[in-house]
């Protein structure tokens, strides 16, 4: 798969970065008990810093708000998927197991508090694009609407848009069935290139540890704004 950073995103947000990484021959089946509990724990421990502290506590928070305002979006009215997710935690609305995929991504991303996609790749095309939608950029989305992503960083292949750090498309969305996958993890900006190699290879072992398969991974930024996995 090959992926790029359109010029036109990096001229708005040159500090973006933005990690993909590549399953093969995965399974996709029910949590384990691990995944569960350390998915129920860490809800309940971060419920408690939330409450202590507030959302201004979580840097990587701030930080995707600061992206969504510089592409022309307003996180208050549209909220980057992990803020959403602090927000519901907040409220004590613990996530209740889905499947392992599921599961392991909205672990991941309340543990590292930035967005994380992540996509059936047999389902999109091998040549990613990151944009910034128009008021043409639209897809049905995860949570049974359609959703309009104009102004929003968004993720495309040939056939149009599949995802972004605010709502991911229906069509994309991984299943039980799902065998190949990609994880597109939306890094924040102030992340050091040698920490950003490190959460990408604990993130793909961690998922693999869980799903078996094969696991590539690839970095873009300003200095690499392009690559293949």
């Keep these: 798969m090959h992926s790029k950073l359109h010029p036109q995103l990096l001229e708005v947000i040159p500090e973006l970065k933005i990690g993909l990484i ?10 384990p008990q691990m995944l569960k509990g350390r998915l129920q724990l ?11 502290k507030g959302l201004h506590h979580f840097p990587n928070l701030e930080s995707w708000r600061m992206l969504f305002k510089k592409t022309g979006t ?5 909220r980057p998927s992990a803020e959403a997710l602090y927000r519901r935690v ?6 209740t197991p889905v499947h392992s995929a599921v599961d392991s991504n909205t672990f991941f991303s309340l543990y590292y508090s930035i967005p ?3 996509y059936d790749s047999d389902r999109i095309g091998n040549d990613i694009l990151f944009d910034i939608g128009t008021e043409s950029t639209k897809y049905a989305a995860l949570n049974g609407r359609e ?3 104009h102004g929003i960083l968004h993720s495309s292949d040939e056939a149009g848009p599949f995802g972004s750090p605010y ?9 039980r069935e799902t065998i190949n996958a990609l994880h597109i993890v939306y890094l924040s900006p102030t992340t050091a290139d040698n920490e950003a190699t490190k959460l990408m290879q604990a993130t793909a072992a961690m998922f693999t540890q869980i799903h078996g398969g094969d696991a590539q991974f690839v970095v873009l930024s300003k200095d690499n704004p392009e690559g293949t996995i």
């Excluded at 590549?22 to 949590?31: E, F, L, M, R």
């Design 74 to 78: 307003s996180p208050s009215r549209y």
């Design 167 to 175: 709502v991911d498309s229906l069509r994309s969305a991984v299943t």
């Design 90 to 95: 907040a409220k004590q609305n613990y996530f």
């Design 42 to 52: 860490f809800q309940e421990q971060l419920f408690f810093e939330i409450e202590e």
């Design 116 to 118: 994380l996609g992540l």
């Design 22 to 31: 590549h399953y093969t021959k995965i399974s996709v089946g029910d949590s």
């Design 147 to 149: 959703t309009t992503l």
